[in-house]
């Protein structure tokens, strides 16, 4: 079996014939998981979505007070998957949606993943199809 072929774009094959993948994101990807990886963010982060929203408005729609939002906003800012943009007519009010192309990082590791899983078992398929015998059949 060529286990090269099928690491070809999904990562790298190591010296024991296992794959690993290949590194994408670096900095901006650990940033982002780190940022998902509270339920709270992600609820964030699915409201933005339907519409940019001010910060009172977005606190109301996941139930959260002011302060704790505030802190939240605050990790997924630094993360780069939401903006904050002020209004022409009124500096105080900040209007927050998510950042464009934010998740591009997240969503090629899971091309990769998923590209990985993919070919490791179209390998094993090929394997077990080729390790079977034919049954006899009885006379």
Not at 19 to 44: C, I, K, N, P, S
Not at 72 to 82: C, M, T, W
């Amino acid at each position: 079996m060529d286990h090269s072929a099928l690491a070809q774009s999904a990562g790298t094959l190591t010296g024991a014939g296992r794959f690993r993948m290949q590194r994408t994101g670096g900095g901006e990807l650990d940033a982002a998981f780190a940022a998902l990886a509270d339920a709270t963010r992600r609820e964030m982060i699915r409201a933005l979505l339907h519409k940019p929203r001010r910060a009172g408005e977005l606190a109301i729609s996941v139930d959260m007070s002011p302060q704790a939002l505030s802190r939240h906003l605050r990790v997924l800012r630094k993360a780069g998957l939401v903006v904050e943009e002020g209004l022409e007519d009124d500096a105080r009010v900040r209007i927050y949606s998510v950042q464009p192309g934010a998740f591009e990082p997240v969503q090629q590791w899971l091309a990769q993943a998923e590209d990985l899983w993919r070919r490791q078992l179209q390998a094993f398929k090929a394997y077990a199809e080729g390790t079977q015998r034919p049954r006899r059949t009885k006379p």
